[in-house]
């Protein structure tokens, strides 16, 4: 039986990259997963090398795309790759912190949207990965605040007619406060979880978009507010 669609999973191997490979291998979708480890779920796996710089990262994995893909194109982009690190500008780590930052959601980001340039179908979604908290200051975790206002500004960037990407497309921007996943449960074993935003929910609403089943605007910033277990969707 054919694949019904197509999409990659930049960050694949992580939580919320595998509920993502999870939830479209579950409705019968091809999905490639794009990490420094692979995914056996998934139907192809892109491994990247945190070794090589930007640009070599760049072309490592462009070449991989298309020696899988060829000329297909692919349905969505879902970049959920990222991490995080604390500390002030008095921190001893603060410019190592905030270049790891770099790293993980911006590095990802501006790859994926690259991949979207050139493999996303007309009409197709591309989601990056902000944060709730990097709408305003962050003190206590200067380095991820930043990154992650860079991928709003970058979403804002490519969801205008001349941002490169292709015809009718979306590109969105997911801000969550916390996620449920297992490593925030183990560093953080007495907080109120009934704040945190299940991985499932985000799955599901990248699948949704899939669908073309409630897509925001163009170029939104959407907050993920959950309260009692219950999540909402906040444009920012």
């Not at 990965?129 to 206590?140: L, Q, R, S």
């Not at 979306?170 to 935003?197: C, E, G, Q």
Request: proline share 4%.
């Amino acid at each position: 039986m054919s694949s019904l669609g197509k999409v990659l999973v930049y960050g694949g191997k992580g939580a919320l990259g595998s509920a993502c490979v999870n939830t479209f291998k579950s409705k019968n979708w091809w999905v490639g997963s794009i990490d420094m480890k692979q995914n056996e779920a998934a139907d192809a796996n892109i491994v990247v090398n945190v070794e090589q710089n930007l640009i070599e990262q760049e072309q490592n994995i462009l070449s991989q795309v298309k020696e899988i893909l060829g000329d297909d194109k692919v349905d969505g982009v879902i970049c959920v790759a990222g991490g995080w690190a604390g500390g002030n500008a008095a921190n001893k780590d603060f410019v190592k912190n905030s270049d790891l930052m770099w790293k993980q959601s911006v590095w990802s980001s501006v790859i994926a949207a690259k991949i979207a340039s050139q493999y996303l179908k007309e009409g197709g979604f591309l989601s990056l990965t902000g944060a709730k908290a990097a709408t305003e200051g962050t003190p206590g975790m200067i380095g991820y605040g930043m990154s992650k206002a860079a991928v709003h500004q970058l979403t804002k960037s490519l969801a205008l007619d001349d941002g490169g990407l292709p015809p009718k497309s979306l590109v969105a921007s997911i801000l969550p406060i916390t996620l449920d996943t297992p490593m925030n449960r183990k560093w953080m074993p007495k907080a109120d979880t009934t704040t945190w935003t299940p991985l499932e929910f985000v799955a599901d609403l990248f699948w949704k978009w899939s669908q073309n089943e409630g897509r925001p605007p163009n170029g939104s910033l959407l907050q993920l507010v959950t309260k009692n277990s219950k999540t909402e969707i906040i444009p920012a």
